[in-house]
């Protein structure tokens, strides 16, 4: 099952092309946050899929029944790109576990490119909803990669991954990978350049949350 925000009308498609737009994603602040209303948005939506059960609450003047989540939520991504678009989604899962992994793009001097795993930390996922974000979807080696290293911790009860910008080849590579998980996505674009940047995309997500860094 594949979500793709943009194909609804929606006030996410504004966070989106704000997200895009070249002179808007020079302030940084205003970046971070429409990343993180994406992730809330994107939240509510995953929230419709979950399971449900009634409970009693006390109100001031009576008594009423409430639908509350069944299911334990452990919201991951992967540093530092993704932490804006967590946060979002932690906005509305706030009792959630969290799972935080650190990939990169190892590049060599020929310009190809491998990717490096240095941190995992997650809680016990057995019977859990994982919920895994990335903001860009390029190849998807590195969400797969993330998400094949949680294993180790359990097998949970439904995946979900959560990107703001997809590539279709990106796209296509999870889903062969991950055929039972449920994708969630911003928008998708076609061209991935030789480089496996996504092209129109958006840029580097964690340089324009956090400042550029230096290149190994």
């Known amino acids: 099952m594949v979500f793709n925000l943009s194909e609804h009308n929606n006030i996410g498609h504004r966070f989106l092309g704000e997200l895009r737009d070249v002179h808007i994603q020079k302030d940084r602040m205003r970046f971070r946050r429409n990343m993180e209303r994406l992730g809330e948005i994107l939240a509510y939506e995953i929230s419709k899929t979950l399971k449900y059960h009634a409970v009693k609450v006390e109100t ?21 790109a993704g932490l804006p678009l967590h946060q979002g989604m932690l906005n509305y899962f706030d009792d959630a576990g969290n ?21 995992v930390s997650c809680p016990n996922l057995a019977g859990s909803v994982l919920i895994l974000s990335d903001p860009m979807l390029a190849t998807g080696a590195s969400i797969a990669l993330a998400a094949k290293e949680l294993e180790a911790f359990g097998e949970p009860a439904a995946i979900h991954f959560v990107t703001a910008i997809a590539s279709s080849y990106g796209l296509e590579h999870v889903r062969r990978l991950f055929p039972k998980a449920k994708i969630w996505m911003g928008a998708l674009d ?14 580097d997500a964690g340089d324009l949350s956090f400042g550029e860094k230096l290149q190994d």
């Open 190 to 203: 076609d061209e991935l350049t030789a480089k496996s940047y996504i092209v129109p995309g958006l840029g």
């Open 99 to 119: 799972a935080f992994v650190s990939a990169y793009r190892k590049h060599h001097k020929d310009g190809t490119f491998e990717i490096k795993l240095e941190y």
């Open 60 to 80: 001031p003047l009576g008594m009423t029944t409430v639908q509350m989540p069944l299911q334990q939520v452990v919201l991951g991504t992967i540093l530092r």
